[in-house]
């Protein structure tokens, strides 16, 4: 369960309906070809990757549950950045947000399907350069994937 104390309060993370439509609404953003993939995957795929500043998404989208009093952005940032202190570093948090994403019953079909459909990578190129490339890529993936659940 992921947690997060803003101003001596903890508040729990979840994962549904909410969350779901503030992703949409402010974090589905455009890749280079312009095609939107849905705020869901823009903060997975972030936090796959180690990216800090998703955590700040992931947690104003797993708080809009709350409604009129949900934290506001700079106070979620403030907490994240008290527990990074406190952490010391941004691991574990990474690792909770992901593991709630990846695990809420809300989200877990979506990123089964999602891991399901990279199996592709796997054999996939125009070219043997392209192909290697590409397992290169699905195993990468894979890796950050399992160094989740450590």
């Known amino acids: 369960m992921a947690i997060l104390k803003i101003k001596e309060k903890d508040f729990v993370a979840k994962c549904a309906f909410k969350f779901n439509k503030w992703a949409d609404?402010?974090?589905?953003?455009?890749?280079?070809?312009?095609?939107?993939?849905?705020?869901?995957?823009?903060?997975?795929?972030?936090?796959?990757?180690f990216e800090t500043n998703y955590l700040a998404a992931f947690w104003d989208c797993a708080l809009a549950y709350l409604g009129?009093?949900?934290?506001?952005?700079s106070e979620i940032e403030d907490a994240i950045e008290a527990r990074i202190e406190e952490d010391g570093d941004t691991e574990k948090l990474i690792k909770e947000a992901f593991n709630e994403l990846t695990d809420s019953g809300f989200f877990k079909m979506k990123a089964k399907?999602?891991?399901?459909?990279?199996?592709?990578?796997?054999?996939?190129?125009?070219?043997?350069?392209?192909?290697k490339e590409n397992l290169k890529m699905y195993n990468m993936m894979q890796?950050?994937?399992n160094a989740m659940k450590e």
Do not use: H, Q, R, V
């Open 143 to 145: 890796e950050n994937k």
């Open 113 to 131: 399907k999602y891991w399901k459909n990279l199996e592709i990578l796997k054999i996939t190129g125009k070219t043997e350069d392209e192909k």
């Open 68 to 73: 009129k009093e949900k934290p506001s952005l």
């Open 25 to 49: 609404e402010k974090y589905n953003d455009e890749n280079k070809k312009g095609d939107k993939a849905g705020g869901f995957m823009n903060i997975y795929n972030n936090l796959l990757e």
